[in-house]
């Protein structure tokens, strides 16, 4: 199988949790650490004791310099991609902000970006509530501004890519298979998968993937992005908002998901599991170069444990 | 099958929606109504050209009295239910209040619950803002209060009934079979599947059956609650606030879901999937009087067809 050599952007040393050279991963889920993870008591159906584990969830407040946020719960483990990222997907931290700092103090579960230009968002926060009160709509107002006004660029998914990709990242080591009840979001770029994070909720999973992206400065306009969930408006707004051209699921759309895709001119692709799948929007940048005799239907060993609804 | 006579509470016959008197289902999905679904035009791993449907989502705005309080994205099947049940789990309802009037514009997808007593939540739309930003976070500053001062009845679960309520569950038409991308709840008696609710967003499906059960002044102590979506604090606090007992889903646990229903002693149970379970607290609630050698594993037909991540 041919491996593209790294972009440059891309061959760096320094990214923590940064994987050995032989892995394709630059960051990929960690199901061994045992911060993520609990290992919990109950019954089974025949009423025999069993041991299990479950997924962490754990509040983490975010603060933008001086002003309190939100609190989110999540697994935990990348809090200041987490906080770059959601504070970029808010529309609060712009692309060109200078970050100055980024505190994390695990004991209080706070973590501080700080810029260089002078923000208050007293307003933004309040507008929030008049308008909404779940993730998906506290976002929206802005959100479908920035929709707006952008341009997806020119780009190609070879339908190879497509099965290699999900192939590799279904295989991949991960909490999902550790303890389930998990969300994932994987970056990637051809056939090889860049960053995997996974998180209790879908939206802090692609934040965490946004705030790597801004910290590293990794562009966008090459590359693909597949989630384990939901096609829904508020996926397809961030992921057009990051400035990525495809994305892929292994789950089903909504008819607002569809809309807003092809407005953004975004490939839209759903249902992918085995040889199977689903384009709705922006099908022009699929190459349908994998012959499908050779691609497997989807066999029970690779088929997701806890397989059940998407979110 | 022995079927348990309809509860005085449930033998009425103006509930909208109501199924007929052959049917299990008080209320059941209606994956028909053109409403609920769209079809779109797309194309397959084949490259060749397909229609499919996807589901919608709308968006609906909920007032108490005079008062904006969110706007949901919803289905849009129950607007009432879900106002209602938004109201009540947000704990701006109080469940002995005096609902004089529920209107539903359907133009202008405004929903208004007028009540007898004066209501404002200024103050606690205000609070919210300062403490969080997602679904999850909204809710938990008052529901964690709820939790301290609930006792759940003594119940009891046969795994007799599991696995029948499964079987119902799974093989009932719903909009998952149809179009995907959906959540599914249902508040069942015994083995008796009463009300299933389905919308794109878990807490909306949550909220319809509780604003169901206030609407209709329904019990909960006898009552058993199921979802296909993960067993999440924010979950185990709403069933908790709702009085019933017992909950059962497909997908996994979080470890802060885990420690709250014991603390609330919720019979908690997941990955119920064929013949599996497991139990994670409120076990002696259980009563296993099924021969598991008459349960078959999960068949592929019984199995979710977007199979994939829970929420």
């Known amino acids: ?10 061959a760096v040393h320094y990214i923590s949790g940064m994987a050995s ?4 991963y630059l960051i990929r889920p960690d199901p061994l ?14 009423g025999a004791s069993i041991e299990t584990a479950v997924t962490v969830e754990r509040a983490l407040t975010i603060f933008l310099n001086a002003q309190e946020i939100v609190t989110a719960m999540t697994i935990g483990d990348h809090p200041e991609y987490l906080a770059l990222g959601y504070l970029l997907n808010q529309n609060m931290l712009k692309p060109d902000d200078v970050v100055t700092d980024v505190d994390y103090d695990e004991e209080l579960s706070v ?17 929030k509530v008049q308008t909404s009160g779940c993730a998906q709509g506290t976002v929206f107002g802005d959100l479908m501004e920035a929709l707006e006004n952008v341009s997806l660029p020119e780009a190609e998914l070879r339908t190879s890519w497509l099965y290699m990709l999900a192939h590799k990242i279904n295989t991949t080591p991960s909490l999902y298979l550790e303890a389930g009840a998990i969300h994932g979001c994987v970056l990637a770029v051809k056939d090889r998968p860049l960053v995997y994070m996974e998180d209790v909720g879908r939206h802090n999973a692609v934040d965490k993937i946004a705030g790597w992206m801004f910290k590293h400065q990794v562009g966008a306009a090459d590359k693909i992005f597949y989630t384990t969930g939901r096609l829904t408006s508020e996926m397809v707004i961030k992921t057009v908002r990051m400035g990525i051209p495809i994305l892929i699921s292994r789950s089903g759309f909504t008819a607002w998901g569809v809309e ?13 599991r085995g040889k199977r799948f689903v384009a709705l929007a922006g099908v ?7 012959d499908l005799a050779y691609v497997e239907d989807e066999s029970a060993k690779h088929r997701r444990k806890a397989a059940v609804h998407d979110e």
Do not use: S
């Open 1 to 10: 199988m041919f491996v593209p050599p790294l972009p440059q952007a891309y």
């Open 284 to 290: 022009d940048r699929i190459v349908f170069d994998q």
């Open 21 to 24: 050279p032989k892995d394709d």
């Open 33 to 46: 650490d045992p911060r993520l993870t609990e290992r919990v008591k109950g019954i089974d159906q025949t």
């Open 260 to 272: 807003l895709a092809r407005k953004a001119n975004l490939t839209l692709i759903g249902r992918a």
């Open 111 to 127: 973590v501080v970006v700080r810029t260089k230009r002078k923000t208050n968002y007293e307003k933004k926060l309040k507008k």
